[in-house]
């Protein structure tokens, strides 16, 4: 692995990996927690659908979750008929891939490979937890549930980091963990920032003003280094179908303690 590419063979994968595989011709990259077994724990949006809006847009842009059913009709012998299960699912690893190469997802970056890998949803700044502490909030998850799918808050790259670090972004006006969200946002707003007319005329400049934004962006919205956020146990994450008024709600009742590494944790949990 490199700057380059992440992609990896299948025999080199250890339980606990956050591991990921594009799709619709490099538009977006589906993730998920493998498991050990040949099995991986992922995140769906419903009816089928590895991600999506919620709207017409999605026949359009994003295609289902079909990589169970064979092109005969038939369904994977491990898997069974994954078409109409929603949340947090568990497939075995050529359903999760659906033809495509494998990727892993890379931890503890630091910030030059970070922006040298101009493509969000890659890598992160971040420490990972354990193996352990990984395949627990996974499985944990597994049976509990992730909340509602969000595109922008509350993705499968987001449940894969999630399970990873145990890190919960708390403001709502804020994306939530997902690289491929905040580069997206990122470049929207490198494109459209009206302060870029005054800074440059020329081609050249705005691409190197905008490009410099755009890493910028990038840089600060990563789950590494950006401040809010707290570290929450896998069992106060669920049972609440609004897992950001949770968070709020606790922070505000039991305080915010701010490490030295400057990542928030909830104040009596664990690290």
Not at 108 to 125: M, N, Y
Not at 199 to 212: D, H, I, K
Not at 236 to 257: F, K, Y
Request: aromatic share 10%; net charge negative.
């Amino acid at each position: 692995m490199g700057v380059i590419s992440n992609k990896i063979e299948k025999d080199v994968l250890k339980p606990g990996d956050h591991i990921y595989s594009w799709r619709n011709a490099y538009i977006y990259s589906h993730h998920g927690i493998y498991t050990g077994e040949g099995k991986v724990i992922h995140f769906t949006r419903g009816a089928g659908h590895e991600i999506g809006t919620g709207t017409a847009l999605d026949r359009f842009i994003f295609s289902s979750s079909s990589s169970s059913t064979a092109a005969d009709g038939t369904h994977c012998a491990r898997c069974g008929d994954q078409s109409t299960l929603d949340g947090v699912i568990s497939s075995c690893l050529d359903c999760f891939l659906s033809g495509g190469d494998l990727y892993l997802f890379e931890y503890s970056v630091s910030p030059v490979f970070f922006l040298a890998k101009a493509r969000g949803g890659t890598c992160t700044l971040a420490s990972s937890d354990p193996p352990s502490d990984v395949l627990y909030r996974a499985s944990y998850l597994l049976e509990k549930g992730f909340g509602g799918y969000n595109i922008f808050k509350n993705n499968c790259e987001d449940f894969a980091i999630y399970c990873k670090t145990g890190l919960l972004v708390v403001t709502t006006l804020s994306v939530g963990r997902s690289g491929q969200a905040t580069s997206f946002l990122a470049a929207a707003s490198a494109i459209v920032s009206s302060p870029l007319r005054y800074l440059t005329t020329s081609f050249s400049g705005l691409s190197l003003v905008a490009g410099g934004m755009y890493c910028v962006s990038r840089f600060l919205s990563d789950i590494g280094v950006r401040r809010d956020v707290v570290k929450l146990p896998v069992e106060r994450l669920v049972g609440n179908s609004d897992m950001i008024d949770q968070v709020e709600e606790t922070t505000a009742l039991l305080g915010v303690d701010r490490p030295s590494g400057g990542d928030y944790c909830l104040a009596g949990s664990s690290t």
